[in-house]
């Protein structure tokens, strides 16, 4: 059994010019998640932090949680993760976590990395990021259908700029 997660490497430049993360205020800025072959999924400019949007038969509605700079030996961070919260409705809806490694590149900041999972019907899905140690522990609900009753919970370690997966694990939703 594998974690009901995606990971991607998009190498996606978002909008605007930055000279460091210091000089980006993400929860006023453009934030793109991406889907499958790279391919823009949803594109949002967040206010404080948030986006929403209704049409005739769908919505969209996104969240910025958290940005944090993993720890580093350069004074101005290299790299910033930020957790989102993806809400989509259609004919049905999904629930999902989105989790991204940005880097500034050239005064552009890059999506270098995307992580992907299923947070339908459980608080507990989350993901948390412990910028000491650089460990990133991501708990998601196993399978992308409704009603499932077992969590992923898939832990990684950010070297070379990327999380890397070193555990994984299933227990039970309740």
Excluded at 83 to 111: H, M, P
Aim: net charge neutral; with cysteine.
């Amino acid at each position: 059994m594998s974690p009901t997660i995606e990971v991607s490497y998009p190498n996606y430049l978002l909008p605007g010019s930055f000279a460091s993360f210091r000089n980006m205020n993400l929860e006023e800025s453009d934030a793109v998640i991406l889907g499958e072959k790279g391919r823009i999924a949803l594109k949002a400019h967040l206010h404080k932090g948030r986006y929403e949007v209704q049409r005739k038969d769908s919505s969209d509605w996104l969240r910025l949680n958290w940005v944090k700079f993993p720890k580093s030996e350069s004074a101005e961070p290299e790299n910033g993760v930020a957790y989102f919260d993806w809400v989509s409705t259609g004919a049905s809806a999904s629930d999902f976590g989105v989790v991204q490694v940005l880097q500034v590149n050239d005064g552009r900041i890059e999506i270098v990395q995307q992580i992907f999972f299923n947070t339908r019907g459980s608080r507990k899905a989350v993901a948390v990021l412990d910028p000491e140690t650089n460990a990133l522990t991501i708990t998601g609900v196993h399978g992308w259908e409704c009603c499932k009753d077992q969590l992923d919970v898939v832990r990684f370690r950010f070297e070379g700029g990327r999380f890397k997966r070193i555990s994984y694990r299933t227990i039970p939703l309740s």
